[in-house]
C-alpha cells in the first residue's frame, strides 16, 4: 500500500538510502532538511524535497501523512560537543514541537532514528531494549531524552523508536567518520589505520540493512511498537582494522584511546519479528574498496562531519541569530 511519508534529515547519510528505497517500493516522499552536507536524492516523481530547518516549522503542515521519519539531529558525538546548545535545541527540543506537530496532524506512525550509544558504557554480554540508558556524552543525552519526550506522546500516534549500531557502507551523501568507513579510506589513502585503544567494542549495521530495516517498519508499523535496537555484529575495533588491513594490506598502527565508549548491541527483538539482516562489515569493506579504485568515491571535505560544521560555521541560522524555536 502506498503511503504518504515526511522525513526530516532525509538528505544526510542515512536519508540518502532510505529514502530512495521508500521510493522504490512505491510510496510517497516529502524530505526536510536543512542539507548541511549537501543535497544527494535523485529527482522522483513521487519526492518532494524540503529546504529547512526543524526548529522553525511555521508554514510546515503534516496534515496527510501516515508516517514520520524523524532523522534530523546532530549526528554523533564530536558534532554534538561543538555547540551543545545547538545539539539540545535541534535534537530535543524540536523534537518535542515536531512531535506536538505530527500529534496535532493525527500522524499515524512516528519513526524515530535513536542510538545505540545510550547504553553508554557496558560490560553487559547482551545488552537488550531494557537495559538501562548510562548516556555519556552530549549526543547520547539527547538521544535518550528524544526518546522520553516522544514516549509521552505514544497514546497519540504509533510509536517506533529505533536504536542503531554505527552504520557502515556507501550511501550518496558519505559519512568517513564513522568506523568502518573511516577504517578503511584510511587504509586506502594512507596505507595504514591508526586505530585509537582498539580493545572497545562496538555494534554495526550495513546501510543497506539500514534501509531495508526503515521499509521494514514502514510495511509493519500498524502491527509494530516500541523500541528496536538494530545492530548485528559487536566487533572490536581492531577486529575491524584486521579485516580492513587483510582486504587493502594496510599496516595497522595502535595509538592510545581517549574515548572509552564499548557496548555491545543485542537485536534478538528485532530478530524475533521477522527482520533479516543481509550483509556484512566485510561487504560494507568491501563496497568501499571497490568505489574507491574505481573513483566512485572521493575523500570530500563534506564527508566529515564535525570540520565540515566547523570550517561551515553550522548552522548558519544560529551565527545570524534570526532562529526562534517555533512550531
Ligand atoms: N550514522 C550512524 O552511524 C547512526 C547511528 C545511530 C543513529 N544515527 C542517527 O540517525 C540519524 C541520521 O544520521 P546520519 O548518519 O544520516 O547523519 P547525517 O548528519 O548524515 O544526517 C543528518 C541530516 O539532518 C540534517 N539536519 C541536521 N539538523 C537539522 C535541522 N535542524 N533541521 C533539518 N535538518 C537537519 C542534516 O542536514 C543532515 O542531512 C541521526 O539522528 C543520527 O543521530 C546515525
Not at 536504536?163 to 558519505?174: D, I, N, Q, W, Y
Not at 545492530?231 to 572509552?260: C, M, Q, R
Not at 530478530?271 to 566512485?296: H, M, R, Y
Request: charged letters at 20%; hydrophobic letters at 40%; glycine letters at 6%.
Amino acid at each position: 500500500m502506498q503511503k504518504n511519508i515526511f522525513i526530516t534529515g532525509g538528505c544526510g547519510y542515512k536519508g540518502s538510502k532510505i529514502v530512495p528505497l521508500l521510493l522504490n517500493l512505491g510510496h510517497r516522499v516529502t524530505v526536510f532538511d536543512t542539507m548541511w552536507f549537501g543535497n544527494f536524492l535523485p529527482k522522483h516523481s513521487n519526492l518532494k524535497i524540503l529546504k529547512g530547518d526543524i526548529r522553525n516549522l511555521r508554514g510546515i503542515s503534516l496534515e496527510g501523512f501516515d508516517t514520520v521519519i524523524h532523522l534530523a539531529s546532530i549526528a554523533n558525538d564530536p558534532s554534538g560537543d561543538l555547540d551543545p546548545t545547538q545539539t539540545w535545541e535541534i535534537s530535543v527540543l524540536a523534537t518535542k514541537q515536531f512531535a506536538e506537530k505530527a500529534a496535532g496532524a493525527k500522524v499515524k506512525n512516528f519513526i524515530y532514528a535513536s542510538s545505540g550509544s545510550v547504553y553508554g558504557l557496558s560490560d553487559a554480554p547482551k545488552v537488550t531494549e531494557t537495559e538501562e540508558l548510562v548516556p555519556i556524552s552530549t549526543y547520547n543525552k539527547t538521544k535518550m531524552c528524544a526518546e522520553r519526550i516522544l514516549q509521552s506522546y505514544d497514546d497519540k500516534f504509533n510509536l517506533i523508536i529505533i536504536r542503531p549500531a554505527t552504520v557502515c557502507g556507501l550511501s550518496p551523501r558519505m559519512r568517513l567518520d564513522v568506523a568502518v568507513n573511516m577504517l578503511t579510506t584510511q587504509a586506502l589513502e594512507n596505507n595504514n589505520i591508526t586505530v585509537l585503544g582498539g580493545e572497545q567494542v562496538r555494534p554495526n549495521i550495513h546501510i543497506d540493512d539500514l534501509a531495508n530495516l526503515y521499509a521494514f517498519f514502514v510495511a509493519n508499523e500498524n502491527k509494530l511498537n516500541g523500541v528496536f535496537n538494530a545492530g548485528f555484529e559487536n566487533l572490536k575495533i581492531i577486529d575491524i582494522a584486521n579485516i580492513v588491513s587483510k582486504k587493502t594490506g594496510a599496516e595497522i598502527v595502535v595509538e592510545t584511546s581517549n574515548d572509552p565508549r564499548s557496548y555491545r548491541l543485542c537485536s534478538d527483538k528485532l530478530l524475533s519479528v521477522g527482520f533479516k539482516p543481509k550483509k556484512t562489515v566485510a561487504d560494507a569493506i568491501s563496497e568501499i574498496c571497490d568505489a574507491w579504485k574505481t573513483n566512485q568515491l572521493k575523500n570530500e571535505p563534506q564527508w566529515h562531519t564535525v570540520s565540515w560544521m566547523q570550517t561551515n560555521n553550522l548552522s548558519p541560522e544560529n551565527k545570524k541569530n534570526e532562529y526562534k524555536l517555533s512550531a
